[in-house]
């Protein structure tokens, strides 16, 4: 799971900053900094801000 969801931000991720924006206000630019090899940093900070579990935030990646 975890391999599909870097995938999937490599690919895609302006679009799915974009959606998860539109989906979640308060989000930040800062919230959103994808950097390359560094997929659970992001994922971390997304978790802390949207709550849940890590496999949430990935499952929500994964639905946009």
């Not at 979640?24 to 950097?35: K, P, S």
């Not at 900070?45 to 994964?62: A, C, F, H, P």
């Amino acid at each position: 799971m975890k391999t599909d969801t870097k995938l999937q931000i490599k690919g895609s991720w302006n679009e799915i900053k974009g959606k998860l924006k539109q989906k979640y206000a308060d989000l930040t630019d800062d919230d959103l900094l994808y950097e390359e090899g560094k997929e659970d940093e992001l994922l971390g900070r997304l978790q802390r801000k949207l709550g849940g579990s890590i496999d949430t935030v990935k499952d929500e990646i994964n639905k946009l």
